[in-house]
């Protein structure tokens, strides 16, 4: 009689422990907007696009894009979780959702649309979201890879030299967002880590259409953040109505260090990007060096300065330089200010701002004041 109790006190066990299992959902979100003016200006990043003057507007995203999304997670017990997250920007000015893969077309969840698995193996995510690279890129810049005068801007510069024409978000060389991707992120030992990535294109008849594959290597510790990244993607950007047919023609390779001592941040990088299937496309070096003071816990300024190189074409390059500061005016509201210069020459259009073109080869300064609220 007492081993017939057994299963059954087990069975007893194991859904009180089912029923004990915890997990939570939060909306959360922010809006980032302020006034900018540019001193010349486009109408988009068309290689013949004029100059049309100068602008001043309403400008969503002076340090990144507003956004809202849902998060949340299941406790399955032992360190284990499931976790969910839904996240897109939108503009505040008009709106709007983010732009997808696809041109012209809006996602509502355009930045991650994810499930995914947690424990002490690491961390595996499934579904669209932001790439590793971008986060290396973050952890090793002094701007922070903000949407002003930033190793962003200079990279998605690099894009638009490569012909990336700003109306989805499957550029050229490297990538800010995956779709289908599969990401593993591993945990921390002794201050390193790595994240692979795997994205299959699903397309019929051609196992590399579309596909996307990138592994990052980070370490911090003391102060010193070090990151190494390598992106390869097929079929990138292509032209509308064009067939996927798994070209290799997206490649990004990318070293970073950030060093913070006190209340004294210094930077450096060193990019290349190329279109592996035709080098002689796009192929360009970029090269960014950083320096921030934090004069106290709700004040700090930053400095960036980003060179792009052509290396088909010495007279393609450009120069940017930022200048920004923030002040936290509580824990959820920052007010801030930036200023920044791009020397553009041939026919390069690097911009300054992340969605304000800069016709090719003219230079120009930006300055924006803002606001950005968390909630």
């Known amino acids: 009689m007492k081993l017939g109790r057994i299963p059954c006190f087990a069975a007893l066990l194991a859904c009180s422990g089912a029923a004990a299992a915890q997990g939570s959902v939060t909306l959360y979100g922010v809006v980032d907007a302020g006034l900018l003016y540019q001193s010349t200006s486009a ?33 399955l017990g032992g360190g284990y979780r499931v976790n969910f997250r839904l996240q897109g920007t939108f503009d505040s000015g008009s709106g709007r959702f983010g732009l997808s893969d696809t041109p012209g077309v809006p996602a509502q969840f355009n930045q991650f649309a994810t499930l995914g698995i947690s424990g002490p193996f690491g961390t595996f995510n499934a579904g669209r979201q932001i790439v590793p690279m971008v986060y290396a890129m973050f952890d090793t810049d002094v701007r922070g890879a903000q949407y002003f005068g930033s190793i962003l801007t200079a990279w998605l510069g690099m894009n638009q030299a490569a012909g990336w024409p700003g109306t989805s978000t499957n550029g050229p060389i490297g990538a ?3 779709s289908n991707a599969l990401v593993y992120e591993s945990p921390k030992f002794y201050g390193a880590s790595l994240a692979l990535e795997y994205a ?61 001592f006190s209340d004294i941040s210094v930077s450096g990088s060193y990019s290349h ?7 002689g496309r796009a192929d360009y070096d970029l090269y960014s060096a950083g320096l921030g003071y934090r004069f106290s816990p709700v004040f700090k300024m930053t400095s960036g300065f980003y060179y792009l190189k ?13 200048l920004g500061a923030e002040y936290s005016l509580s824990k959820r509201t920052l007010a801030y200010a930036q200023v920044g210069y791009v020397d553009n020459h041939g026919t390069m259009n690097q911009t300054i701002v992340y969605g304000q073109p800069v016709a090719p080869g003219e230079s120009t300064t930006a300055a924006m004041i803002g606001l950005r609220h968390n909630f």
């Open 200 to 260: 299959p294109g699903g397309v019929p008849g051609e196992f590399q259409g579309g596909t996307r594959e990138s592994a990052v290597v980070k370490y911090s510790n003391f102060g010193l953040n070090l990151a190494a990244v390598y992106y390869n993607g097929h079929d990138a950007n292509p032209l509308p109505g064009v067939a996927a047919t798994g070209l290799n023609n997206n490649r990004l390779v990318y070293f970073g260090a950030m060093y913070t």
């Open 310 to 322: 052509d290396n088909n074409n010495s007279t393609n390059h450009s120069s940017e330089f930022a």
């Open 273 to 279: 990007g190329k279109n592996p299937a035709n080098a």
């Open 43 to 75: 109408a988009s990043f068309a290689p013949n696009a004029p100059n049309l003057g100068k602008v001043y507007r309403y400008k969503d995203g002076g340090i990144y894009a507003s956004y809202w999304g849902l998060k949340g997670y299941e406790d």
């Open 176 to 178: 800010l967002y995956d």
